[in-house]
């Protein structure tokens, strides 16, 4: 069936026939000289606009796959020793976005480097942006797995497509050659047009580690770094200090299970006396 003819919006137009054909409903569109008085015509528009909508952010949450993450809300800005809050702050506003430039989140393990870019990656889809969301070794096994040119091309795709990319944890494990090669692929195809958020635990210097005898570790910085917004966090692993608070309050809670089971003996003890 052949799809319905593009009907022009009239000049002086309120907008409404424009907003018809924007949600597809050509039909309604096309007869608009007889509907466009009806008093449930603003009604239907602003129902089929948020439900599409909200159609819209689902798909895009979901193709997403940032997964749960804690909101800004709840994060302790006073753990870090050294973060900076407001810059931060300035990229959660997605301004990076507007200027095509990258993010990169330097800093060790357990200072909230995937907290913070998986808020930026929600922040961006709240907006209507098209994000993925993906760790280094999920994208760099999911390329190199790929058997033929025409399959690895596609999957690059998945990676280059999106308006933003966000790349968790570079530098945790290390990968050969040909996975930096894979990586340096993604980030030029995104060069310049399309912003990349990184979190890594690596110093750029050390980034020969992470991808060794890869002769375009230098080329793959290059591309990461240039015009990129780069914030440093410093501190102890927040998740060793959860830990330690869940032992000790873990500790409280066996001695005063002992306590009681202690309690009980005596006063069983005590009833086998009496009697």
């Known amino acids: 069936m052949p799809r319905a003819k593009t009907i022009p919006e009239p000049a002086g137009g309120d907008g409404r026939l424009a907003r018809l054909l924007a949600l597809g409903l050509h ?46 809300e709840d994060f302790d800005w006073g753990w870090p020793k050294k973060i900076d809050r407001e810059g931060i702050e300035d990229i959660l ?12 989140l330097l800093g060790p393990n357990g200072v909230g480097k995937t907290t913070i870019a998986q808020n930026i990656a929600h ?3 709240l907006r209507g942006e098209t994000v993925k969301y993906t760790t280094a070794s999920d994208l760099l096994h999911d390329l190199a797995s790929c058997d033929s040119p025409s399959l690895l091309a596609q999957r690059i795709r998945r990676y ?5 990319l966000v790349i968790d944890e570079v530098g945790y494990l290390s990968y050969t050659s040909r996975h930096g090669d894979l990586l340096f ?18 110093g ?19 591309r990461l770094v240039h015009r990129a917004e780069i914030q440093s966090i410093e501190g102890e692993s927040y998740r060793r200090k959860e830990a330690k608070e869940w032992e000790a309050a873990n500790a409280s809670r066996r001695k005063k299970k002992a306590a009681a089971r202690s309690t009980r003996k005596k006063r069983s003890r005590h009833d086998t006396a009496s009697e």
């Open 160 to 164: 280059v497509r999106p308006r933003l």
């Open 123 to 125: 922040q961006a889809i």
């Open 27 to 72: 039909g309604l569109a096309a007869a608009w000289d007889q509907y466009k008085e009806e008093p449930w015509i603003d009604p239907l528009l602003e129902v089929e606009e948020h439900e599409r909508g909200r159609r819209s952010l689902e798909r895009r949450m979901r193709n997403a796959r940032i997964g749960r993450f804690k909101t800004m």
């Open 93 to 104: 506003k997605l301004n990076f976005l507007d200027d095509n430039a990258n993010v990169v």
């Open 185 to 202: 692929d993604v980030l030029n195809r995104r060069n310049l047009e399309k912003p990349t958020v990184v979190t890594t635990n690596k």
């Open 204 to 222: 750029f210097a050390e980034w020969g580690e992470v991808f060794p005898n890869s002769s375009c570790v230098v080329a793959l910085v290059d």
